[in-house]
Nanobody, 123 residues
Framework: QVQLVESGGGLVQAGDSLTLSCAAS????????LGWFRQAPGKEREFVAS????????FYADSVKGRFTISTDYAKNTMYLLMNSLKPEDTAVYYC????????????????WGQGTQVTVSS
């Protein structure tokens, strides 16, 4: 069982930066893939980025590649999403998620989810 709690959302202007955090707890975190997803109003939830908890290998959606950076702090059991050059279309509820696995490019099958944190980017 893994518990996930997101924080760090807020209202920012286009071009600003924001860092989201996801505090993780549970057994054997080392075998998990952690990910960030987002859901905008009226749209389906979409994959943003993923990382291998133990090894740091990452994978990004094309829409955020070069602007967002996913990372983990193993000592703090925390995952981060640094979002630079934010655009109004990045506005969404952002969720962190976890699944057992080793391949970061597999963007489905996440079993554990946080409650979400709202990110709003004004133009």
């Amino acid at each position: 069982q893994v518990q996930l709690v997101e924080s760090g959302g807020g209202l920012v202007q286009a071009g600003d930066s924001l860092t989201l955090s996801c505090a993780a707890s549970g057994r054997t975190l080392g075998v998990y893939i952690l990910g960030w997803f987002r859901q905008a109003p009226g749209k389906e939830r979409e994959f943003v980025a993923s990382i291998r908890w133990s090894g740091g290998t990452t994978f990004y959606a094309d829409s955020v590649k070069g602007r967002f950076t996913i990372s983990t702090d193993y000592a703090k059991n925390t995952m981060y999403l640094l979002m630079n050059s934010l655009k109004p279309e990045d506005t969404a509820v952002y969720y962190c998620a976890a699944r057992v696995g080793t391949l970061v490019a597999v963007t489905y099958g996440f079993d554990y989810w946080g409650q979400g944190t709202q990110v709003t980017v004004s133009s």
